[in-house]
């Protein structure tokens, strides 16, 4: 696996881990009456999106991204490569210098108790709005095009994004369809954890991210 596969697996981890989108997955199985269908229209919501931006990108960016040296990248991929870095590590700065703010929460479960009550097509554009990869996906299209692949090998590398990206709330949904009671009180714990932990984990991922976003962003330039 080359630099850019790994580079485009941190990406993948940074927004399977996102806490916003990890709290609104959440929050819309452990706040609605009947949380496999809510949580599979929003699950479907999400990856419909997500995949149908790859659809697109397909055709607008392709593989302008690739260099004939791969580890050497294009001059704008460079900058940025190292724009997107420096964004990255200001994000992460901000979200540990800034507390975690209780009426955000709560407007997110206002958000969520609503969403949980809506008709399926409702969840399945709240899905597609807020469970999606968000900021992540123009990284993973950029390391996409890089890997210059052929249409299939696209389909391929786009769906493991997509796939891994929505991993914790594909998760969950198989957890809720095996034991359904136990996975109800585990989610409803897991709020609080996500809240005081995740911030760390995901951190670490983002820190990464930046540190393969700065060597390629230099690289570039310096060749």
């Not at 850019?4 to 452990?30: K, N």
């Not at 699950?43 to 607008?60: E, H, K, M, W």
């Not at 299209?141 to 590398?157: G, R, T, W």
Request: positive net charge.
């Amino acid at each position: 696996m080359g630099w850019i596969d790994g580079e485009l697996v941190l990406v993948a981890l940074a927004a399977m881990l996102s806490p916003t989108t990890l709290t609104f997955s959440v929050l819309t199985l452990v706040l609605s009456d009947r949380p496999l269908r809510t949580g599979f229209l929003f699950y479907i919501g999400a990856f419909t999106a997500t995949l149908a931006v790859g659809v697109v990108a397909a055709f607008v960016l392709g593989n302008d991204a690739a260099s004939s040296t791969p580890s050497s990248p294009k001059t704008w991929v460079a900058i940025v490569d190292l724009v997107a870095a420096l964004l990255v590590i200001g994000y992460v700065l901000r979200a540990f210098r800034r507390p975690s703010r209780p009426e955000k929460i709560a407007g997110m479960v206002d958000q969520m108790s609503k969403v949980a009550s809506s008709p399926a097509i409702a969840i399945v554009g709240a899905g597609a709005m807020l469970a999606n990869p968000g900021g992540f996906i123009p990284l993973a299209l950029k390391d996409v095009s890089e890997l210059n692949p052929s249409a299939a090998q696209y389909v391929v590398d786009w769906l493991f994004f997509t796939v891994v990206a929505l991993l914790p709330l594909a998760v969950a949904l198989v957890m809720l369809l095996t034991s359904p009671n136990s996975t109800r009180r585990r989610l409803t714990s897991m709020r609080t954890w996500l809240e005081g932990h995740l911030r760390i984990i995901a951190a670490g991922i983002l820190l990464l991210l930046a540190a393969s976003l700065l060597r390629s962003g230099i690289s570039g330039l310096t060749s």
